[in-house]
Nanobody, 124 residues
Framework: QVQLVESGGGLVQAGGSLRLSCTAS????????MGWFRRAPGKERELAAA????????YYVPSVKGRFTLSRDNAKNTAYLQMNSLKPEDTAVYYC?????????????????WGKGTLVTVTS
């Protein structure tokens, strides 16, 4: 079992920045990848970014590439999603999720553990 706790959400104006954190506990040695998904009001859950837990190679969907940066602190078992140049369309609940095997990117069903989410609201 892996437990995930997100933090760092909040209210920000368009153009601003936020940094989300996801701290993993439990059997963290079983983590293969971590992803940040988001669910905007009235929309399906979608991947924003993902990171290979071992190599720290990151993947970003086109809508966030160049604005979001995903990183990891090994010692703290924590991943960070730095979000810059935020837009109102980034408003969503952001969820951290991990997989214990190679995930099918952008498929939430391939993730094994989920946090409870943190709300990000971007005002225009």
């Amino acid at each position: 079992q892996v437990q995930l706790v997100e933090s760092g959400g909040g209210l920000v104006q368009a153009g601003g920045s936020l940094r989300l954190s996801c701290t993993a506990s439990g059997h963290t040695d079983s983590i293969y990848a971590m992803g940040w998904f988001r669910r905007a009001p009235g929309k399906e859950r979608e991947l924003a970014a993902a990171i290979d837990w071992t190599t720290t190679s990151a993947y970003y969907v086109p809508s966030v590439k160049g604005r979001f940066t995903l990183s990891r602190d090994n010692a703290k078992n924590t991943a960070y999603l730095q979000m810059n140049s935020l837009k109102p369309e980034d408003t969503a609940v952001y969820y951290c999720a991990t997989s214990i095997s190679a995930p099918v990117l952008e498929d939430p069903e391939s993730m094994d553990y989920w946090g409870k989410g943190t709300l990000v609201t971007v005002t225009s």
